[in-house]
């Protein structure tokens, strides 16, 4: 059932879900139905999740947006058509990516960035284009699943099979004006909705009420990340560290700015890795298996350094299948004599609620061969998986792997894993709405 509005902040709306933003910190709703039944929304019915709402979104326009942005980005913007959306990705000079995002093509010298950080605005304030930045303070609801469709043409009352992968226009819902946008990098069937926060809670009511009669569910922050894992897509600041924390530059920038949506807070090291390891917690292109982003016909930076990765690349992205023997150990040690192992939370390890540079070491034969991080338990498969980048000759299916869970210095569980299919949620992949 629908829990009751309250107020907040001076009188602030508030509803379940929606991101509280003052002095730099944000509340969010952890569970709704529970996790369980909240994991298995986007299997097997749909899910509404605004745990991105907030001011994330940039928008840049002038005669020089373009150029300034194919500076920044990795990707190729001359055949970027208005109207259009893709994956974005901002490297760093070592190619280390320091954000990413989705970007849209609002008109020849408008573009609008959805959960980049700072790193676009930061730039920005480097260069001397003729480009205008505006930070905007918009909901952004997701609803993905089966049923996403349905639920959003119940809820806008028009037919919105029209609306094509990475496409967007405007509709009706609730009486306000808000954008829909088509999505789901994971490949499954997803839509976003984006628009004034002024009016998110009548858009997010009515799409809950659309969506009674094909089980909506609200999906929580805390299993927000088992989407990501299952579906086979990197999550910033928990599978990986953007690699700002390694640009002076960038810290200096944003100590004092207001925290757009990956902020200049130190994040939260774990795992069997040395924490002086930096390295381990972040990530190339290559290595999230996104090199296909990556156009070397412009200039941009980190282009030096990925085009000499792209000649030999070392590293690949897999999913990891823990073996639930060892897993079961794990808890059983909690009601042994002496010390236990460290915990292994549900449905995502380390918890999804902050910033979390996890890596854990993936050996072979007590050689280290990868990093494992974002450790999910998938209700849906009943198994504990996680996303591991490991050297290309150890990334065959079905090879069996060692992950030393555990943190830095202290007890550790050698767990059995073997190398499954990426991603690991083939189920209605690409699926089709005409």
Same mark, same amino acid.
């Given at each position: 059932?629908?829990? $009751?509005?309250?107020?907040?902040?001076?009188?602030?709306?508030?509803?379940?879900?929606?991101?509280?933003?003052?002095?730099?910190?944000?509340?969010?709703?952890?569970?709704?139905?529970?996790?369980?039944?909240?994991?298995?929304?986007?299997?097997?019915?749909?899910?509404?999740?605004?745990?991105?709402?907030?001011?994330?979104? #940039?928008?840049?326009?002038?005669?020089?947006?373009?150029?300034?942005?194919?500076?920044?980005?990795?990707?190729?913007?001359?055949?970027?058509?208005?109207?259009?959306?893709?994956?974005?990705?901002?490297?760093?000079?070592?190619?280390?990516?320091?954000?990413?995002?989705?970007?849209?093509?609002?008109?020849?010298?408008?573009?609008? !960035?959805?959960?980049?950080?700072?790193?676009?605005?930061?730039?920005?304030?480097?260069?001397?284009?003729?480009?205008?930045?505006?930070?905007?303070?918009?909901?952004?609801?997701?609803?993905?699943?089966?049923?996403?469709? *349905?639920?959003?043409?119940?809820?806008?009352?028009? $037919?919105? *099979?029209?609306?094509?992968?990475?496409?967007?226009?405007?509709?009706?819902?609730?009486?306000?004006?808000?954008?829909?946008?088509?999505?789901?990098?994971?490949?499954?069937?997803?839509?976003?909705?984006?628009?004034?926060?002024?009016?998110?809670?009548?858009?997010?009511? *009515?799409? #809950?009420? *659309?969506?009674?009669?094909?089980?909506?569910?609200?999906?929580?922050?805390?299993?927000?990340?088992?989407?990501?894992?299952?579906?086979?897509?990197?999550?910033?600041?928990?599978?990986?560290?953007?690699?700002?924390?390694?640009?002076?530059?960038?810290?200096?920038?944003?100590?004092?700015?207001?925290?757009?949506?990956?902020?200049?807070?130190?994040? !939260?090291?774990?795992?069997?890795?040395?924490?002086?390891?930096?390295?381990?917690?972040?990530?190339?292109?290559?290595?999230?298996?996104?090199?296909?982003?990556?156009?070397?016909?412009?200039?941009?930076?980190?282009?030096?350094?990925?085009?000499?990765?792209?000649?030999?690349?070392?590293?690949?992205?897999?999913?990891?299948?823990?073996?639930?023997?060892? !897993?079961?150990?794990?808890?059983?040690?909690?009601?042994?004599?002496?010390?236990?192992?460290?915990?292994?939370?549900?449905?995502?390890?380390?918890?999804?609620?902050?910033?979390?540079?996890?890596?854990?070491? #993936?050996?072979?034969?007590?050689?280290?061969?990868?990093?494992?991080?974002?450790?999910?338990?998938?209700?849906?498969?009943?198994?504990?998986?996680?996303?591991?980048?490991?050297?290309?000759?150890?990334?065959?299916?079905?090879?069996?792997?060692?992950?030393?869970?555990?943190?830095?210095?202290?007890?550790?569980?050698?767990?059995?894993? $073997?190398?499954?299919?990426?991603?690991?949620?083939?189920?209605?992949?690409?699926?089709?709405?005409?």
């Amino acid at each position: 059932m629908p829990r $009751t509005p309250f107020t907040v902040l001076s009188g602030t709306p508030f509803y379940p879900d929606y991101p509280i933003w003052a002095v730099g910190a944000v509340a969010r709703q952890q569970e709704f139905n529970g996790w369980q039944a909240e994991s298995m929304s986007w299997k097997t019915g749909c899910y509404i999740h605004g745990g991105l709402s907030g001011p994330g979104q #940039v928008r840049y326009h002038g005669p020089d947006a373009e150029r300034f942005l194919s500076g920044v980005f990795v990707n190729n913007f001359s055949r970027f058509r208005i109207g259009r959306a893709k994956h974005a990705i901002a490297c760093n000079e070592q190619g280390l990516i320091v954000g990413h995002g989705v970007m849209q093509r609002l008109a020849d010298d408008d573009f609008r !960035i959805f959960v980049s950080g700072a790193w676009g605005l930061y730039q920005h304030s480097l260069s001397e284009f003729d480009v205008q930045q505006e930070v905007q303070n918009n909901y952004l609801f997701q609803v993905a699943g089966p049923h996403s469709l *349905a639920v959003l043409e119940a809820a806008s009352g028009e $037919t919105l *099979a029209d609306v094509s992968f990475l496409g967007f226009r405007d509709i009706m819902v609730a009486g306000r004006r808000c954008e829909i946008m088509r999505i789901g990098m994971a490949g499954t069937l997803a839509y976003e909705l984006h628009g004034p926060i002024s009016d998110g809670p009548a858009v997010y009511q *009515a799409v #809950v009420d *659309a969506g009674e009669d094909y089980g909506i569910e609200r999906l929580g922050w805390k299993t927000y990340g088992v989407n990501h894992i299952e579906g086979g897509f990197p999550q910033q600041i928990w599978t990986f560290l953007p690699a700002t924390y390694e640009d002076q530059g960038f810290q200096s920038f944003v100590k004092d700015a207001p925290t757009y949506r990956v902020g200049p807070a130190a994040p !939260i090291i774990s795992g069997s890795v040395d924490p002086a390891d930096m390295r381990a917690r972040y990530r190339t292109p290559q290595e999230l298996g996104w090199a296909s982003s990556v156009q070397f016909d412009h200039d941009f930076i980190g282009r030096a350094a990925l085009e000499t990765e792209a000649d030999n690349p070392q590293r690949t992205i897999v999913t990891l299948v823990w073996n639930a023997e060892d !897993i079961v150990d794990i808890y059983a040690s909690l009601f042994r004599e002496g010390e236990d192992y460290k915990f292994l939370e549900m449905p995502t390890a380390p918890r999804f609620d902050g910033i979390v540079g996890h890596a854990d070491h #993936v050996m072979k034969g007590g050689r280290p061969v990868g990093i494992s991080s974002g450790i999910t338990y998938s209700y849906y498969f009943r198994k504990v998986i996680s996303h591991a980048i490991l050297d290309l000759d150890e990334a065959a299916l079905g090879n069996d792997l060692i992950v030393q869970w555990g943190d830095y210095g202290g007890r550790q569980k050698a767990v059995r894993a $073997t190398v499954g299919r990426y991603p690991y949620l083939s189920q209605n992949r690409n699926q089709s709405v005409v």
